[in-house]
């Protein structure tokens, strides 16, 4: 009975014992394939960094910006130098490296020498953008502005990508900002 047993066994078992060569050339085939760029590469991809670059700005440093009497004084004093004037112009690429729900750019015209001390915004053409993923880039040109007061010597232009939408004004706090930029910039604005 042990005879007859074995005899009908040995068919399922001898496939059973040619499987463990099997496995291993298998096995040894997988290791070799990962090791030659199968799996991870060996230099990681470079992260996406959330950036704010001033590309350009127009007219050149050094420049007196005449505003036409055209554009009135507004009742705070100062004036608004409207989108597409062609008086001035602040040409951006924008970067964010994560998910944001909401992000607003603000462009300041620096006076005084400082980051936080300005005669001018974006206000007119403050862009908005909803549901940004990451990698998500733009190129954006502000051309109107919120001067405050006449004349006004600017001395950098500072351009911040945020999240503040509460209606503060003000450069948004650091816990606010995506990314900015800061460059020195010599323009006087005056009537």
């Not at 100062?78 to 112009?89: A, C, E, H, K, M």
């Not at 990698?135 to 990508?161: H, K």
Request: net charge neutral.
């Amino acid at each position: 009975m042990l005879t007859r047993t074995a005899s009908i066994l040995a068919p399922v078992v001898q496939p059973v014992s040619l499987m463990r060569p099997l496995i291993l050339i298998l096995a040894a085939i997988g290791l070799v394939a990962y090791g030659c760029g199968g799996g991870a590469s060996p230099t990681a991809p470079t992260p996406i960094e959330s950036k704010v670059a001033i590309d350009a700005t127009t007219p050149a440093s050094g420049s007196t910006i005449v505003v036409p009497e055209q554009y009135p004084y507004i009742v705070p004093g100062g004036v608004v130098i409207p989108r597409d004037s062609g008086l001035i112009s602040v040409r951006l690429t924008l970067t964010s490296s994560h998910d944001v729900p909401w992000a607003r750019l603000s462009v300041y015209l620096l006076t005084g020498g400082t980051s936080t001390d300005y005669c001018g915004e974006n206000g007119p053409d403050a862009p908005t953008w909803s549901f940004l993923t990451p990698g998500w880039t733009t190129t954006y040109t502000v051309t109107g502005f919120r001067v405050y007061r006449l004349p006004c010597e600017v001395t950098g232009i500072r351009a911040m990508l945020h999240m503040r939408n509460n209606g503060l004004i003000g450069p948004p706090l650091p816990s606010e900002t995506i990314a900015e930029a800061t460059v020195a910039q010599s323009l006087q604005i005056r009537r």
